[in-house]
């Protein structure tokens, strides 16, 4: 088992909790959203004839999966391997994950009897998330693990749409047509997700990120009268466990305030606001996570420290800043690049001052 | 050839020219993104067995597809039936647009060799425009005919991706990689696109709009030192014929002051900013396009009035307003909500005060 344990042995708190909770870490914490995944050879080597799903429920191969950016990397952080269909698989809805696709929904959700159908999570649905967890914890030692779930207004457009959808018509209709069923498919959603979340820090998860990939097609009106509610519920429905809640999604620029207001303690940015603004919006109560643009992974070096120097500097802004990209790790990142970058942002972390 | 003729006798300045103008119209002119396309059953008879390059290339066929939603709409302006690559097409790249795809070209731009090949387009190279639009003029008596190219930026990225492109990582990189073949790329397409709305203003088109599709992809500081200049010198190539220049782009939440800087009359603003927060970013200095949601188009009527109703009254902080979709009409759209919705803007024109 490799050491993974970077702290320094004064340090109690590790450098990724401390920046999510707005205290000085003792090195610029660093991770990447999807580095457990395709930018890594020994993950295609494993992933070899499994599918996705299946991937995600075998506890030894999401246990090694989750390792592997760790130990290549040093990032400060894992992020738990699974896919935000996860919990809705488990539930009993009929969908596959369809490679060059996404996931793809049987029977898309869409009348009051599909959504009846959507029933509440428990740990037995899942038990392959509990025991990975459980041995991730062990074999990470103090480098903490990022629980992970899908958050309800995305899970609701794979359901509605029956697979990505560019404009997420069908969603955004439903969503106007039915106010009634729409909070009634949003509320199991969230009801869900929390149950699912809870899972993992009750497993030894020492903070979780809600994804809102696609909530950024909403305008903010929407976003508060038929979204914010139900995340709020499902960051709430951990608030008692005591671990950094992390709420993400892309194209947000507009909604970053209300995401934080959801009750998120670190609001993730994608690159598009500078940190610096995203501060400013935000306000001075919530950490931030980000956001080097991950198209810039593929520029030459110099470029890539230039833009990673950039994205230190305004994160000092922040009351905490967590290093990331501003989206999800490119399949064909050239990994090296990665684990030079954590490298670098190391070395930039500031004094105490 | 039916009477497209609304403006009272009186009325010297159509509807949209006036908003653009930024003086008061004598009703709240409407028209919408791709209006001329998939929606209409009569484009798609007329389109059957005919390529889209092809249809382009038919003045005919290009003043009939646009005309037809003038003749059922009733919208206050025609927008010229093209595609943005349609100008590369015409200086010999060679590029296809696939269907289910979009545009996709043989040989990618990526290096000085390709990029020397960009050379100037004149009137000569698109005949078929020219005479287009000459006719066009004649069939739509007052209603203003809107040319139309896409942005330097935009055709970049077709052009260096290859096709269309989720995160634009190519273009990105050669950006920052190769700064000086960057602007010599897009100073190159800089001048085809300003030679080509050139052409479309002479043959009688009374404004121009500037499509930026996916310049929402970048970051302000990107925008300003990779792209604005280019799209400045775009809109300034026409600024002495004295037609309004419309500048959009998709996301552009970020960029929105940035691209009236680049020389806009009018600012086109996609459904995630309320155009009241759209006025604060752009000043009072332009007028403003936009922003009813197109997936909203999906919805029932008393949920589209709602929506539309709040486009105008956000709309009256703007110092003019042309009412219009946040992005273009999507293929599936039932036309008749495009007319009703025509017939509701036009009921809800402010009173001069």
Sequence with gaps: MPDVQNESPRAAEPAFLAACNRRAPNRLPVWFMRQAGRSLPEYRALRDGVTMLDSCARPEMVVEITMQPVRRHRVDAAVLYSDIVVPLKAIGVDLDIVPGTGPVIADPVRSAREVARLRPLSVDDVPYVDAACRELVVQLGAT???????????????????????????????????????????????????AFLRVQIDAGARAVQLFDSWVGTLSAADYAEFVQPHSAAVLAAVADLGVPR????????????????????????????????????????????????????????????????????????????????????????????????????????????
């Design 144 to 194: 903490p693990l990022i629980g992970f779930a899908g958050a309800p207004f995305t899970l609701a457009s794979y359901l509605v749409e029956g697979g990505p959808s560019r404009d997420h018509a069908r969603t955004k209709a439903l969503m106007h047509d039915d106010t009634q069923l729409w909070h009634d498919l949003l509320g199991r959603l969230a009801a869900i997700t929390g």
């Design 246 to 353: 992390i709420h993400f999604g892309v194209g947000t620029g507009e909604l970053l305030a209300l995401m934080g207001e959801a009750g998120a303690d670190v609001v993730g940015v994608d690159w598009r606001v500078p940190l610096s603004e995203a501060t400013r919006r935000v306000g001075p109560e919530r950490a931030l996570q980000g956001n080097l643009d991950p198209a810039l992974l593929r520029a030459r070096w110099p470029v890539v420290e230039a833009a990673v120097r950039k994205v230190v500097r305004e994160g000092q802004t922040a009351p905490g800043h967590v290093f990331n990209l501003g989206h999800g790790v490119p399949p064909d990142t050239d990994p090296d690049v990665l684990t030079r970058i954590v490298e670098l942002v190391h070395s930039l972390t500031p004094r105490a001052g």
